[in-house]
């Protein structure tokens, strides 16, 4: 018998008081495509940088094809051929696709330089890769998400990856370029290379893996073959939480006056294109469209973060150009972002600050507000003053909704409020939508997933190239005619097939 692509054998790793792998044993044979599941915290993301040289374990031992494997950084495991597709994309938007593709793999040499051979390679690897839209010299500015996860993929396989790790890949694609990944994904496997897939998306997981391993609190705690188990089983493994019943919805009231509206809101260069709309108090309004239709593009608008052309928000007594994000937050008006890092979080200060940061509350003791919202929000973490960098992905997300509750806001922008977040954390953010809605609180979310929308919504509308297509009542969607109508496709198209 042939030895397996990739042992790992009783990892564990220690942050200060968090332990975050206390002993995980996973197996994973060549050409497998292989999910490890868990929920946020359970230490994927951490058992990944161990196997990519990003984390040095305190325990445990690997093995890649029969040997030992023992990397020194992240470039010393991609030469024994273990590479990442990161969740936040690294390519430098200004090289082209071979330069960002060479980047690194360079000895010390001024500049960038490839021999043709490189450029054969590459157009050989992304001819493979099925790719006929861009090549070697189209710059990575020119690129969505989905091609540009293309390129990292084409890096890996340049390397001659023998295990690529995925971790959480979908979150920014489309629907048809996850489609394509799919497709991808498994033809590395038909070519033998090992990949791991990490997700909260179970549905994934029955498409394109063949095994799974679970992980709870930093240990293995089962696995087996995808296609003789079932998901629900899945979520029993991976739940500490006592049977995360589903929250009944509360009873849909009528929504109250407008809390917040938009006539024809135009950004300066098309995108929001003319949007209005009335967003009503006790109201949760979704807006669904494909990636880059311009839904974030109007949340940052409404709340004062891009500029707009022209068009106007009517709250309360205000009636023209949307206000600054500082003034908006005043009057009670918040806004998630997509980008948690870059505008949601402060990575660097604590846990507590960052619920508390610019709050109109009285401080009070920052460690009580944070520690209300922990448990409120299930957040796993350390202590209140650990940096909110030190959270895995899902709960830095709870933080920042913690923080934005924190802030008693009346009228929430949310973009993609359960990105990242595990399968039964998901449930409690739609119960809290619920609760806000009974509160007689608006908000106007912003999600790519269908059943999210489908179940939180009062009313969902799509988004087209900017322009806002069509709001209708929830009940009178299904995921078939959001689609059809995301992808530009009439009204009457979408009602008549
Ligand atoms: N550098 C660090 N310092 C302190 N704690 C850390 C650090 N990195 C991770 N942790 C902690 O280790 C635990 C596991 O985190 P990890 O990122 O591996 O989770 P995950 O399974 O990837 O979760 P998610 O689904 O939310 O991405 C978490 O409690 C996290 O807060
Ligand atoms: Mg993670």
């Known amino acids: 018998m042939t030895a397996p692509r990739l042992t790992i054998a009783g990892a564990r790793k220690r942050f200060g008081g968090v332990r975050a792998l206390r002993g995980v044993d996973l197996e994973v044979a060549a050409g497998e495509v292989h999910a490890l599941l868990g929920e946020n915290g359970a230490g994927k993301s951490t058992l990944m940088k161990v196997l990519s ?41 200004d090289l082209t696709v071979l330069e960002n593709v060479t980047l690194g793999e360079e000895t010390a040499r001024a500049g960038v330089v490839q021999s043709a051979g490189q450029r054969a390679r590459l157009s050989e690897v992304l001819a493979g890769l099925g790719v006929a839209e861009f090549g070697p010299d189209t710059p990575v500015r020119d690129l969505g998400p989905g091609d540009r996860q293309l390129v990292e993929i084409a890096r890996a396989l340049m390397a001659d990856a023998r295990v690529v790790v995925f971790d959480e890949p979908t979150s920014s694609l489309s629907p048809p370029e996850v489609e394509r990944l799919f497709g991808v994904v498994r033809d590395l496997a038909s070519r ?66 407008a809390a917040l509206e938009l006539e024809e809101l135009s950004g300066p260069d098309g995108v929001p294109d003319r949007v209005t709309l009335g967003l009503h108090e006790g109201e949760v309004l979704g807006l669904f469209g494909l990636v880059g239709a311009g839904r974030t593009e109007l949340l940052r608008a409404i709340f004062g973060l891009d500029p707009v052309r022209s068009g106007a928000v009517r709250h309360l007594d205000h009636h023209g150009p949307p206000l600054s994000p500082r003034r908006w937050l005043a009057r009670g008006v918040g806004l998630l972002s997509e980008d948690r890092a870059l505008e949601g979080l402060h990575l660097d200060l604590s846990l507590a600050e960052n619920v508390t940061a610019s709050s109109p509350r009285p401080i009070g ?66 119960a809290l939508l619920d609760r806000l809605r009974g509160e007689g609180r608006a908000v106007l979310v912003v999600s790519s997933y269908v059943p999210e929308l489908l179940r939180v919504c009062d009313r969902v509308g799509v988004m087209h190239r900017g322009r806002l297509a069509e709001i209708r009542p929830t009940a009178a969607w299904d995921e078939e005619s959001l689609i059809a109508a995301a992808s530009g496709a009439t009204p009457a198209e979408v009602l008549h097939g």
Request: charge should be neutral; aromatic fraction near 6%.
């Open 365 to 430: 003791r920052r460690g009580e507000a944070f520690e209300r919202w922990r448990v409120e929000l299930g957040v796993r973490a350390g202590a209140s003053s650990d940096a909110a960098r030190t959270l895995s992905g899902g709960n830095q997300q709870k933080l920042a909704i913690a923080r934005l509750l924190h802030h008693d806001v009346r009228v929430l922008l949310l973009d993609e409020p359960t990105r990242g977040i595990d399968v039964g954390a998901k449930e409690e953010i739609y």
């Open 192 to 257: 033998g290379v090992t990949a791991i897939w990490i997700s909260h998306f179970l549905n994934e997981v029955e498409a394109v893996c063949d095994r799974f391993t679970i992980l709870r609190d930093g240990e293995s705690v089962g696995g087996g073959a995808v296609a003789e188990s079932t998901p629900e089983e899945w979520v029993a493994l991976m739940s500490r939480r006592a049977g995360a019943a589903q929250a009944a919805r509360a009873p849909r009231s009528s929504a109250g006056p």
């Open 53 to 93: 040289g990003a984390v040095r374990p305190d325990e445990g031992r690997m093995t890649l094809d029969g040997a030992p494997f023992a990397p020194t950084g992240p470039r010393d495991a991609r030469r024994s051929g273990v590479a990442m597709i990161y969740q936040e994309l690294n390519l430098c938007a």
